[in-house]
């Protein structure tokens, strides 16, 4: 029995354990909930820690916040917010047992996925290296950027704090959105397979919900990282 | 009673301990019950290797100036006594172990809601065990479990990292576990049982699982973000850079508190189930205890700031958290004196389980009622990082949640093996540890108050007396924790048949014959009554 | 054989008499409830003891109001000791204006100790009796603790900030004191003794030695040798005289009251709080001051007068 379980659980409609098709749905569901509730606590510490800094260090964080240049970060938030409403199209499709539909919507909100993580790691993270402001490995502001900052009269080490929150926090973000496109890839090979249907769409419906609370931590974000500064 | 004592009846009847062999059918196992016996087997050997390093911490404090190494060393000793037996013993220990296998067959279910999941967790578990195990086999690591920055960031030469990794990824394993049993309480409770009908070790399951969820991901930020300013040299934690070394510790105990609930909650739990058995009454205030522990993991989360009464924060955060840290000492001695009220007029026998839920609720009171002290804040200001710090969590951790542990494996070992082991070498160990515990622990309280601090290597030699007797003591636990080892082993083999219901138990598991099938229960069962309903007599 | 075996700590402070009434009385309630759990355990266990193996004893429900005598009487017995405890915690907290200033300085695995009147000492620290000594506390490295167990006083020295504790002691004699904060590989050993003196001893051991520079004038020669005097008071960067304990505004708008931990940040951190009025110019002196420099300069920033007394010096 446990042999069986281990090798072929996937392709059971129903696993052992339940009695019926709904206490898996309903299971799988609530679980996602309850895994979501661990993540909102993960990214809640360092919320924490950067809303203590963030009134302790005011003005450097604010300076800090000048550095970035929120057209990238306004340009993923565009990204994000459409590959949310891909993957809720992709999880309608799924309900509906439209196969073709499902793949199609999957593989969409993949690449705008993939678009998020190019704007970020490729654009983003390439200019704050060469404006040396990433923390701890390369960080001497030279320059214009070094004038704008103690123009802005904060000390250096309290934006390099809030250089780390950013990089602390969208790291673990971009991490979220890397295993993410990796649930969503397996999603699109087993709905190639054949292997959804409108009574069993656990899997597509769970990882939904798990692309959304990725986009929603990027909402919060977006505005505390990018935004706190005011006008350029 | 289908089975007496006919041996042959074990043998051919298939059961989850003898329907498939080798190795691989235990590795890729998603039976609830085998995963179990894996965590036995992984604590066990965690709690010896933890054990080991605080018999020699006991040893080289029999002298003022330390017998046995050299001060590094036993810096090295305490942590690495206090990393094991927290984050890779007591914190899995009843959950990973009796709870695993507890949890599906106390509410009539198969397994629980994500076998595959709880497998995962075994895995996590171990990559976690053995990162921790190779930075102390590296050279060891010296920054106390509680991993306090700057010392931890910027100032140890030690393997910090590798541990603080192990402890990081062990974090998960937890995470996945308390998820697993929320979701399986919720959604797999057979026909008829309804939340007032569970039994009361499913309650505490359920409040420990809660905290594990919500807990445990935040120790697992607040140490990636250190494993970062000890890597790049950024100043999240470090003063010297801009940091507050207060926020680590707040962030670190927003967990570190809770989790003591995550250790003896489930004690609780077993306690209910002992008591109720050996004692053959109801509960004494069933829905009393079962909000209590929901109580505890609530209030618990609020407390944390108790551990920082003399780390600056201020004086009106103390205020608060002083204030709390009462409030949540009462739902535990509502508990304490529920259990105390269900032996009254009861029938009580002294198997040895039961010995071992008695030590329990004396010892838990103990530790309790000093916990007093530290939650005043005068007080605390004086015992705080002293030795009475460490005898008042002895008491909850070991005097409590370990012998509930032993008292637990004790009374469902013939569910477990089918087996029931020698009671007279049972009772003897009870004793030998109660015993051997509170010679132990007890001189520790008056080390503490005469103002000895904690993590000493060596020590002004006034103090010596004490230490001589708590040392005696640790010899005597040692001696007293290695019993059950050998008999507990001995009965696998060579113990009676127990049957399915030695102890005339109520609960859905002693339903099923020992060993259980693989599922569990030939039929899903039906619930028509509550819980411990031990005055009906038995069909 | 027993006269190393005390059973009690030293009492040598007025905060250790309020300490032990506390503790005392909470000793008493531990006892009192542990002996009853033990007792009562005791009796059942004994008492209803299984007589015959197919015994049922009755069923018994549970008493609302058994609840509610043992929810309400250890949460009254609570209320006390929270209120006890936080009082007393308190006045703790609060030094009293009129005391003796020591700056303690901790670091891996030593304590450097300076009296405001000049006299420096390691791991040793001289007090007279019956006068409140107020500690000014800061670490050069990880965090310490500064334990007096014969003062039940306590608190952790942490790098970067300054804490403060006090006390009085009320009995002559040599005591103990701790790091009780865990600090790395010799934490065990950072340990010194406090002297308590009579006034007239203490007296004599302050002006025993050799002739004593007190902190302040230490402040003032460091002041002229880190050439502070070049720009503050000339109108470049703030004047020092009667600045200590004053609210200045600063550039970004908030207002900052001149203490310890200011001026600390202003030498080690020159551009994080810049007062209105005057341009980040100021070099940082992280790593050219010492802790206990630091703490020289503030003591003459503070000799300068407060808002109150304003004294027209240097």
Redesign the interface.
């Known amino acids: 029995m446990s042999e069986h379980q281990a090798t072929s659980g996937v392709l059971d409609p129903l696993a052992h354990q339940f009695d019926d098709l709904e206490q898996q749905h309903e299971a799988s569901y609530f679980g996602m909930w309850i895994f979501l509730a661990t993540e909102i606590m993960f990214f809640g510490g360092m919320f924490a820690g950067y809303t203590i800094y963030r009134h302790e260090?005011?003005?450097a964080f604010e300076a800090g916040s000048r550095l970035l240049d929120w057209r990238f970060g306004a340009a993923n938030t565009a990204v994000l917010i459409c590959s949310s409403l891909t993957m809720a199209l992709a999880v309608r499709a799924a309900q509906m047992g439209q196969r073709k539909a499902l793949i199609t919507f999957l593989l969409l909100t993949i690449v705008l996925g993939m678009a998020f993580l190019g704007i970020k790691f490729t654009f983003e993270w390439t200019r704050d290296w060469h404006e040396h402001i990433v923390p701890g490995i390369n960080f001497a502001p030279q320059g214009e950027t070094l004038k704008q900052l103690?123009d802005a009269?904060?000390?250096l080490?309290?934006v390099e704090l809030f250089m780390f929150f950013y990089f602390a926090m969208t790291g673990f973000h971009a991490l979220h959105m890397i295993v993410g496109i990796g649930l969503l890839t397996v999603l699109t090979i087993m709905a190639n397979q054949g292997r959804f249907s409108p009574q069993r769409f656990n899997p597509v419906e769970g990882s939904g919900l798990y692309w959304h609370f990725v986009d929603i931590v990027w909402i919060f974000l977006f505005p505390l990282l990018y935004l706190i500064g005011g006008t350029h | 009673m289908s089975t007496t004592t006919l041996e042959p009846s074990i043998e051919s009847r298939v059961h989850y301990l003898n329907v498939s062999y080798g190795i691989k059918s235990w590795l890729l196992t998603t039976d609830h019950k085998r995963i179990a016996l894996l965590y036995l087997v992984s604590i066990t050997l965690m709690f010896f290797v933890g054990g080991s390093a605080a018999v020699l911490m006991r040893l080289h404090l029999i002298e003022p100036t330390g017998a046995l190494v050299e001060?590094?060393t036993y810096?090295k000793l305490f942590s690495m006594h206090g990393i094991i037996m927290i984050f890779f013993f007591l914190i899995p220990s009843i959950p990973a172990t009796l709870g695993n296998f507890l949890v599906p067959m106390m509410i009539g279910a198969r397994d629980l809601a994500f076998p595959r999941v709880n497998l995962l967790s075994w895995y996590v578990y171990i990559v976690g065990a053995l990162l921790t195990l190779s930075g102390i086999i590296a050279g060891g690591v010296?920054t106390?479990w509680t991993f306090?920055p700057?010392?931890s960031s910027n100032?140890?030469h030690t393997h910090v990292m590798l541990v603080a990794f192990g402890v990081f990824v062990s974090g998960f394993s937890s995470i996945l576990t308390g998820f697993n049993f929320i979701v399986t309480i919720h959604k797999m409770r057979a026909p008829g049982l309804t939340w007032f009908r569970l039994p009361l070790f499913i309650w505490a399951m359920y409040a420990t699982s809660v905290i594990q969820v919500l807990g445990t991901p935040v120790v697992a930020v607040t140490i990636a973000l250190l494993a970062l300013e000890r890597l790049f040299h950024v100043g999240i934690f470090d003063?010297?850079l801009?940091g507050d070394?207060?926020l680590f510790q707040h962030l670190f105990w927003f967990y570190s508190h809770p989790a003591v609930y995550i250790m003896i909650l489930p004690g609780m739990g077993v306690v209910s189930e002992l008591v109720t058995c050996f004692?053959?009454?109801?509960i004494?205030?069933?829905r009393?205890i079962a909000f209590s522990s929901v109580a505890i993991a609530v209030v618990g989360f609020l407390v944390w700031g108790h551990h920082m009464?003399?780390?600056?924060q201020s004086?009106y955060a103390?205020?608060i958290f002083?204030?709390l840290s009462?409030?949540v000492?009462?739902p535990s001695?509502?508990k304490?004196?529920?259990w105390?009220?269900t032996?009254?007029?009861?029938?009580?026998?002294?198997d040895a389980p039961m010995l071992y839920a008695?030590g329990f609720?004396?010892l838990f009171?103990?530790g309790g009622?000093?916990g007093?002290?530290l939650?005043?804040?005068?007080?605390?200001?004086?015992v705080?990082?002293?030795y009475f710090v460490i005898a008042h969590f002895h008491y909850i951790m070991v005097g409590g949640a370990v012998m509930a542990y032993l008292g637990g494996i004790h009374f469902w070992w013939p569910k477990i093996t089918g087996r029931m082991y020698p009671d007279g070498w049972a009772r003897f160990a009870a004793l030998v540890i109660f015993v051997g515990f509170n010679l132990t622990f007890f001189p520790q309280y008056?080390l503490g108050?005469?103002?000895m601090?904690?993590?000493?290597?060596?020590?002004?030699?006034?103090f010596?007396?004490?230490n001589v007797m708590s040392s005696a003591g640790a010899s005597i636990l040692g001696i007293g924790y290695l019993i059950p080892l050998i008999y507990l082993t001995w009965s696998m083999r060579y113990g009676p048949l127990a049957g399915p219901n030695p102890w005339g138990a109520k609960g859905l598991e002693w339903q099923t014959p020992s060993p259980p099938p693989t599922e569990n229960f030939e039929e899903t069962p039906v619930v028509t009554e509550e819980a411990y309903a031990?005055?009906k007599?038995e069909a | 054989?027993w006269s190393?075996?005390?059973?009690?700590?030293d009492q040598a402070s007025t905060i250790a008499e309020?300490?032990d009434h506390?503790?005392y009385f909470?000793t008493a309630?531990?006892i009192f409830?542990?002996v009853l759990?033990?007792s009562?355990?005791f009796y059942?266990?004994v008492k209803?003891?299984?007589?015959s193996p197919d015994?049922?004893?009755?069923?018994?429900?549970?008493?609302l109001a058994?609840?509610l005598t043992?929810?309400l009487i250890?949460?009254a017995l609570?209320?006390i000791?929270?209120y006890?405890?936080?009082s007393?915690?308190?006045t703790?907290?609060r030094p009293p204006t009129a005391a003796l200033e020591v700056f303690v300085v901790g670091k891996?695995w030593m304590w450097h100790l300076q009296h405001a009147e000049g006299p420096r000492e390691i791991n040793e620290l001289h007090v007279p009796v019956g006068r409140p000594i107020k500690l000014t506390m800061t670490s050069e490295?990880?965090?310490h603790?500064f334990?007096v167990?014969?003062f039940?006083?306590?608190?952790?020295v942490?790098?970067?900030?300054y804490?403060s504790i006090w006390f009085q002691a009320t009995k002559i004699g040599k005591y103990?004191f701790?790091?009780?904060?865990?600090?790395?590989?010799?934490?065990?050993?950072m340990?010194g003794w406090v002297y308590v003196m009579s006034e007239v001893d203490y007296e004599k051991w302050l002006t025993g030695g050799v002739r004593n520079v007190s902190m302040a004038q230490s402040g003032a020669q460091l002041y002229q040798k880190l050439a502070c005097i070049t720009c503050h008071g000339t109108g470049r960067a703030p004047a020092f005289n009667g600045i200590y304990g004053k609210p200045v505004k600063l550039?970004?708008g908030q207002t900052v009251t001149v203490d310890d931990a200011y001026i600390r940040e202003s030498i080690i951190?020159p551009?994080?709080k810049?007062v209105d009025g005057y341009n980040?110019i100021m070099p940082t002196f992280k790593g050219q001051v010492s802790e206990e420099e630091l703490l020289q300069l503030i003591a003459f920033i503070k000799s300068l007068g407060t808002e109150e007394t304003k004294v027209a010096k240097p």
């Open positions: 260090y005011f003005s103690q009269k904060v000390a080490p309290h | 001060p590094e810096n010296d106390g306090y700057p010392y100032y140890s003063p010297k801009g070394p207060i004692s053959r009454k109801r004494f205030g069933y009393i009464f003399v780390s600056g004086v103390g205020l002083s204030v009462f409030a000492a009462i001695a509502i304490v004196f529920n105390t009220a032996l009254y007029k009861g029938s009580i026998s002294y008695l609720i004396g009171t103990m009622v000093t007093l002290f939650a005043s804040m005068a007080v605390d200001v004086h705080h990082d002293t008056m108050y005469l103002g601090p904690r993590r000493y290597a060596v020590y002004p030699p006034e010596q007396v004490l031990y005055s007599e | 054989m190393g075996f005390p059973l009690r700590p309020g300490f506390l503790f909470e309630v531990a409830f542990a759990i033990f009562t355990i059942f266990a209803y003891r299984r007589r015994e049922r004893p009755a069923e018994i429900e549970g008493s058994l609840e043992w929810t250890p949460a609570c209320a000791m929270f006890w405890g936080s007393l915690y308190f703790n907290s891996q490295d990880v965090i603790d334990f167990p014969a039940r006083v306590k608190h952790d942490v790098p970067g900030q804490y103990h701790f790091c009780a904060q865990y600090c790395g590989a010799q934490h065990s050993s340990i550039t970004t951190e551009s994080a810049i980040p």
